[in-house]
């Protein structure tokens, strides 16, 4: 059994005030209210528990980067560039990093 985590227990059930960036039937990006996140830090998220991006089917991991892909556009559009990171080391960077 899994421990729980912050998503399924506060981000899922809207026990935190979260500001959704965007929202389908499967993925949630949001802008966490914690301190101490980047100013325009995304978290893009399946809307289930899953415990790594290897347990992802192949069309749900394929809607999640193109949920990223449309939040990182935006970011990039005001920043110049945008860091992808995973819990689990997934790392990429789009546009130019300051
Ligand atoms: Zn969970």
């Given at each position: 059994?899994?421990?729980?985590?912050?998503?399924?227990?506060?981000?899922?059930?809207?026990?935190?005030?979260?500001?959704?960036?965007?929202?389908?039937?499967?993925?949630?990006a949001?802008?966490?209210?914690?301190?101490?996140?980047?100013?325009?830090?995304?978290?893009v998220?399946?809307?289930?528990?899953?415990?790594?991006?290897?347990?992802?089917?192949?069309?749900?991991?394929?809607?999640?980067?193109?949920?990223v892909?449309?939040?990182?556009?935006?970011?990039?559009?005001?920043?110049?560039?945008?860091?992808?990171?995973?819990?689990?080391?997934?790392?990429?960077?789009?546009?130019?990093?300051?």
């Open positions: 059994m899994d421990e729980p985590d912050w998503y399924c227990a506060e981000v899922f059930p809207r026990r935190i005030e979260i500001n959704v960036v965007m929202e389908t039937d499967s993925v949630l949001f802008r966490p209210p914690v301190p101490g996140f980047g100013k325009d830090h995304v978290i998220v399946p809307k289930h528990h899953v415990r790594s991006l290897l347990e992802l089917d192949a069309a749900l991991a394929a809607h999640l980067l193109e949920v892909r449309t939040a990182a556009r935006d970011v990039v559009a005001r920043h110049g560039g945008s860091q992808l990171l995973g819990r689990h080391m997934v790392l990429a960077n789009m546009g130019t990093m300051g």
